[in-house]
């Protein structure tokens, strides 16, 4: 098992629902982390109680056990800046989760403009393409291990033609995540997670938007966001799981 003990991780998405929840958890287990979202507010706030609560609990430092970025990772090199933020803060890189995810209305492809479908596409698919080629370029080029986290979902493994688009980036994620393990002989894992529905504000927030989600949601019982968070350490923690 991988001990993340004073590894460095970087989180997208980080500054709700399971991004917020993973940074939590990995700072509790002494990991330090780079935080990345667009919701500047939220991203701040994290820090800085990350910060708060282990300057209670152990001796001072002047490294901090979190920093925020904003970062829109629709755009390419906002992601790379944050890695490298990782980098020049802490020396290195140990972990890249690409967490961050949309589901924008209409979600119905054939009903959108299109650039409705390209943004989700860039946000859940391209997103993940470019953090972990960013990631697995600085580690091969140095020659250290690293591990790569990518965030599917349930979707990727029956219809949901609320939300075609969507299903079809998170199935993309899944193939990509199985393709990638040929970096296992490089010392690279890349996992990915498939949550079914949880209680987070992207899907709450789409059963707002949409009365056909929210009647799909009513009567199906939803995972527990901790139980995804499990899923993200048991991908980041266990050494046997690459391309999985």
């Not at 803060?89 to 119905?108: H, K, Q």
């Amino acid at each position: 098992m991988l001990d993340v003990k004073d590894k460095i991780a970087v989180i997208t998405g980080a500054a709700a629902g399971f991004g917020l929840l993973l940074a939590q958890r990995l700072v509790r287990k002494g990991a330090r982390v780079v935080l990345g979202d667009v919701n500047i507010t939220g991203g701040e706030k994290l820090a800085a109680e990350l910060n708060a609560s282990t300057a209670r609990s152990s001796s001072p430092s002047t490294i901090p056990r979190a920093v925020f970025q904003k970062c829109d990772v629709s755009h390419p090199a906002e992601i790379h800046a944050l890695f490298d933020l990782g980098v020049q803060t802490f020396g290195t890189v140990d972990i890249m989760v690409n967490n961050a995810g949309i589901l924008e209305y209409p979600a119905y492809f054939d009903q959108d403009d299109e650039s409705v479908s390209q943004r989700v596409l860039d946000i859940n698919l391209k997103a993940v393409l470019s953090g972990t080629h960013y990631a697995v370029r600085y580690w091969r080029k140095r020659g250290q291990p690293g591990v790569v986290v990518n965030a599917s979902s349930a979707s990727a493994f029956a219809l949901l033609p609320i939300a075609t688009v969507y299903a079809t980036a998170k199935a993309a994620v899944l193939h990509f995540t199985s393709n990638c393990i040929s970096l296992r002989t490089e010392g690279i894992r890349v996992n990915a997670i498939a949550p079914y529905f949880s209680p987070t504000s992207l899907v709450n927030d789409s059963r707002k938007a949409d009365p056909t989600f929210d009647k799909l949601l009513n009567n199906i019982p939803m995972v527990s966001q901790d139980m995804v968070v499990d899923a993200y350490m048991r991908c980041i923690e266990d050494e046997d799981l690459a391309g999985k």
